[in-house]
């Protein structure tokens, strides 16, 4: 019996210029995250709230994480097209008001609006690839994709430090107008998926209880142990209301007729995992990007005003290797044993950033950070393409929503056990290795906020300079050690994760949404049926 053969996939020319616009829009929402980072003392000098210095950055990252689920889930329900046009449209009024800010509020405003159009781009252009893209030919894609973010991590501080000082920190934010207006005009005319509308009844409890969760447990975790203790009423209180609203959304959700994010979803062995490993892997990730700079300043003594090209060499590995992996899963259809790889790498990048001590070369750094990279992008990026993979059209959303929001949380839980690791008993640590029979006023400015300041370190005695260094990198290579442990529940996650075929067309998989039978069984048992009827059929859907 003989079989057709397979017509090698081609983008057609109205794609190839949705995926333009979609890089586009990626890169504008991408680039307005790490381009003001080098301004912030200038913009909080200017506008005051050094008080609150870190609301610039978190406002964004607040307001993005909690309109990514929300925005997948309506985006199944009525069509990506006006969701993502809103989305651009949104961003780049905040950018106008960001940029003409007159106040520090006005500026935490502003940038809470961006979040919105943050939340808004980067899920759906994700969403959008997996409706024009077969999965076997995703892969490459997303690689492109993920390029983008790599390129924005490096390119987004360099340019914020010569756009600053070369034209003033208000033109960061409208530099970027021009690419979003030409990513808008891309999206508008060429962006036509067909969809049909399901009438349902939103969610709304469901959006009130999830926010309410997302915005006391992000709150909590990214100001904790910073602007208050970890065991101050503030923090118990934030994470009580996040506990308790969490709580209620799950109960929410499994009697919503349109659940805003359906708990069927993480009943699928394959996207469970995946959203686990998700997790890990950004909390390794972040926690490393953030803190690697802290090392090459403190310890290193490399020059704060070249801090953008500090993580130069771990991004190249990134960019590089993610998009290798995208094209080599997309030759041979398999992308497990890459990303088993991928995070065997970077435990090695990890053990390698532990082992760094006080006397570490530059170097030494760049060689640990490269193996880092190369790690991530072998394996980052392809979550996306599993969950995606296994899910049907109709939950397309709100599954590739659900990858970015287990992103954006591990993130911020990363950063925050990082930063935790390091200050705890840093001082202890650079007194310890202070020489005995110092005046009092040799190390009368010895405190966290030295080992970041070069001219505080500059006027210290050579001695207390060595010890903040010292101490500085024992506390570092604490709080990297965190990497390893995550990093083994990530590979064992991605070992256990069901290999499904990528599909050669965005036709559902035959058998699809598993999960639903767990949850129609509990909602059998809750209604007095018997949930044991559903076990045959259970038997036949399961993955293997």
């Known amino acids: 019996m003989s079989t057709a053969p397979v017509t090698p996939y081609k983008m057609s020319k109205e794609h190839q210029r949705v995926f333009i616009g979609l890089m586009l829009g990626m890169l504008v929402a991408s680039v307005s995250q790490t381009i003001v980072g080098p301004a912030l003392p200038r913009i909080v000098a200017e506008l005051g709230g050094m008080d609150h210095y870190s609301w610039v950055a978190t406002a964004a990252m607040l307001v993005s994480a909690v309109t990514v689920p929300i925005v997948g889930k309506l985006s199944d329900l009525y069509g990506r097209r006006s969701f993502y046009i809103g989305g651009i449209v949104v961003f780049m009024v905040g950018t106008v008001f960001a940029g003409f800010a007159q106040s520090f509020w006005m500026l935490v405003i502003a940038r809470g609006i961006q979040g919105l159009g943050m939340g808004t781009l980067m899920p759906l252009s994700q969403t959008i690839?997996?409706?024009?893209?077969?999965?076997?030919?995703?892969?490459?894609?997303?690689?492109?994709?993920?390029?983008?973010?790599?390129?924005?991590?490096?390119?987004g501080p360099l340019a914020g430090g010569v756009v600053t000082d070369h034209?003033?920190?208000?033109?960061?934010?409208?530099?970027?107008?021009?690419?979003?207006?030409?990513?808008?005009?891309?999206?508008?005319?060429?962006?036509?998926?067909?969809?049909?509308p399901r009438k349902a009844v939103i969610d709304y409890p469901g959006i009130a209880t999830l926010s309410t969760a997302l915005i006391a447990l992000l709150v909590a975790v990214s100001s904790g142990g910073t602007s208050w203790a970890w065991g101050s009423t503030t923090s118990i209180v934030l994470f009580a209301i996040a506990i308790v609203s969490g709580i209620a959304f799950v109960f929410i959700q499994l009697r919503a007729v349109e659940p805003i994010l359906p708990l069927r979803l993480f009943a699928d062995r394959t996207i469970a995992l995946s959203l686990i490993a998700s997790f890990g892997v950004a909390i390794v990730m972040f926690g490393s990007i953030i803190y690697i700079p802290v090392y090459a300043q403190g310890v290193i003594g490399v020059n704060a005003t070249n801090s953008g090209l500090i993580l130069m060499p771990l991004m190249i590995g990134f960019i590089v290797c993610g998009i290798l992996t995208g094209l080599l899963i997309t030759r041979t259809g398999h992308y497990r044993p890459f990303m088993l790889a991928g995070i065997a790498i970077m435990g090695g990048g990890v053990f390698m950033l532990t082992r760094l001590t006080h006397e570490a070369t530059a170097g030494q750094l760049t060689l640990s950070m490269v193996v880092l990279g190369i790690g991530l992008g072998m394996a980052m990026q392809q979550y996306t393409l599993i969950v995606q993979n296994v899910v049907s059209r109709k939950d397309m959303g709100v599954a590739t929503a659900s990858t970015q929001f287990f992103r954006n949380v591990g993130s911020t839980v990363g950063i925050a056990i990082y930063g935790t690791v390091m200050a705890s008993g840093l001082g202890e640590r650079v007194a310890s290795h202070l020489p005995s029979g110092l005046p009092a006023d040799a190390t009368s400015h010895v405190d966290a906020?030295?080992?970041?300041?070069?001219?505080?370190?500059?006027?210290?005695?050579?001695?207390?300079?060595?010890?903040?260094?010292?101490?500085?990198?024992?506390?570092?290579?604490?709080?990297?050690?965190?990497?390893?442990?995550?990093?083994?529940?990530?590979?064992?996650?991605?070992?256990?994760?069901?290999?499904?075929?990528?599909?050669?067309?965005?036709?559902?998989?035959?058998?699809?949404?598993?999960?639903?039978?767990?949850?129609?069984?509990?909602?059998?048992?809750?209604?007095?049926?018997?949930?044991?009827?559903?076990?045959?059929?259970?038997?036949?859907?399961?993955?293997?």
Do not use: C
């Not at 994709?145 to 390129?151: C, D």
């Not at 934010?173 to 969809?195: D, R």
């Open 129 to 155: 690839i997996g409706d024009i893209i077969p999965p076997r030919q995703r892969g490459k894609y997303q690689g492109f994709m993920g390029a983008v973010f790599g390129v924005t991590s490096v390119a």
């Open 167 to 196: 034209l003033g920190w208000r033109w960061l934010f409208f530099v970027t107008l021009p690419i979003g207006l030409i990513a808008l005009t891309f999206i508008v005319k060429f962006l036509h998926i067909p969809h049909e």
């Open 449 to 544: 906020g030295a080992v970041l300041d070069p001219t505080v370190l500059s006027t210290l005695p050579p001695q207390v300079a060595e010890a903040v260094r010292w101490g500085l990198a024992q506390q570092l290579g604490d709080a990297f050690m965190i990497g390893l442990p995550v990093l083994a529940v990530v590979f064992v996650a991605t070992l256990f994760i069901p290999h499904t075929p990528l599909r050669e067309s965005n036709e559902d998989h035959p058998v699809e949404d598993a999960g639903q039978h767990v949850l129609d069984a509990y909602a059998s048992e809750s209604a007095g049926d018997d949930p044991r009827s559903t076990e045959p059929e259970m038997a036949t859907v399961r993955r293997t």
